[in-house]
């Protein structure tokens, strides 16, 4: 076993597609390539978006598929008390602050937050992180150095004073996601490339929030029908059906161009995790699929 430590975090809004087991699969042979442990981490904070059962079929799908997380699954549900308390921390120490912009006031003056509130000391409201400690670059393992910079200090993403705590008490993603891959102790993130722009804001975050040095992230194709038309839950992509695991590997096979004539699942996975340590797949940002 390596340092290596890596996880899958999805939100249960529907079972997986094949776009999403891509990112498992991905994700999950680029663990086990660097002997590194993979874990599954539910991120179960959103319940309007939460469709029932949802959660179980994730986890259903992965097994049947041949992964199974390295520790207990890890809920984001069970986090509750620790991001009430960072919260409160980051308010106390000035670090974070309330704010009552509605999105319609934000939107008629900018595309993103332009800080209002930071001086306002109101009571209530969405929680805001004041964002002052801007990391500008990061090495992306696949796709290299992605820089914000400096000019566009307030117009880029990486530095709004983004929200922690939404107005109506919902945990942000972006705290969640960060604090519980501190928790975890992840050195590894790969996910799709729809979440690279996320990235320098929740490593600015990370290093606002701990001294643990931060993962190393590299962001997998998304797949699309067609240009900048991703394969989502939204868009109704089909359920990855669970009687055909082998067909679906396969087709995930060749969309890495990783070959195996196993006839078992775990065949299959130990023919790509070989593969994946003497040449990993070169990534682009999107990959069509029919
Ligand atoms: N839960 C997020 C999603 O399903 C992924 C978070 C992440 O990988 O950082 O899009």
Redo the contacts with the bound molecule.
């Keep these: 076993m390596t340092g290596y430590v890596g996880?899958?975090?999805?939100?249960p809004?529907g079972p997986l597609h094949l776009g999403?087991l891509f990112?498992a699969t991905v994700s999950y042979l680029d663990a086990k390539a660097h002997n590194g442990q993979w874990l599954l981490r539910i991120?179960d904070i959103d319940p309007p978006r939460e469709v029932l059962g949802a959660s179980q079929l994730i986890i259903d799908t992965l097994a049947t598929h041949g992964m199974v997380s390295d520790k207990p699954v890890f809920w984001q549900h069970n986090r509750h008390e620790k991001y009430r308390k960072t919260l409160s921390t980051l308010l106390q120490q000035n670090r974070a602050y309330y704010c009552q912009c509605t999105r319609a006031q934000i939107k008629s003056y900018h595309p993103l937050y332009q800080r209002q509130c930071r001086h306002a000391k109101h009571i209530s409201g969405a929680i805001r992180w004041r964002n002052d400690a801007p990391v500008i670059e990061y090495r992306d393992r696949w796709h290299g150095l992605q820089r914000a910079p400096y000019s566009e200090l307030i117009e880029h993403s990486a530095f709004e004073d983004c929200i922690l705590q939404r107005k109506d008490g919902l945990v942000a993603?972006n705290l969640a996601?960060v604090l519980d891959?501190i928790a975890q102790g992840i050195t590894h993130?790969v996910?799709?490339t729809?979440?690279l722009p996320?990235t320098l804001l929740?490593l600015n975050l990370w290093h606002s929030l701990t001294k643990q040095k931060p993962p190393e992230y590299a962001h997998c194709p998304v797949l699309v029908t067609a240009p900048g038309k991703k394969l989502s839950k939204q868009n109704h992509a089909p359920a990855i059906d669970n009687s055909k695991p082998l067909a679906n590997l396969r087709t995930i096979f060749a969309l890495l161009g990783l070959h195996s004539s196993a006839q078992s699942i775990d065949g299959i996975l130990a023919d790509g995790i070989q593969q994946w340590r003497t040449s990993p797949p070169a990534f682009q940002q999107e990959m069509i699929v029919e």
Excluded: C, K, N
Excluded at 7 to 11: E, K, V
């Design positions: 996880r899958f975090a999805p939100s809004s999403s990112t991120e993603y996601v891959d993130i996910r799709g729809d979440l996320t929740q």
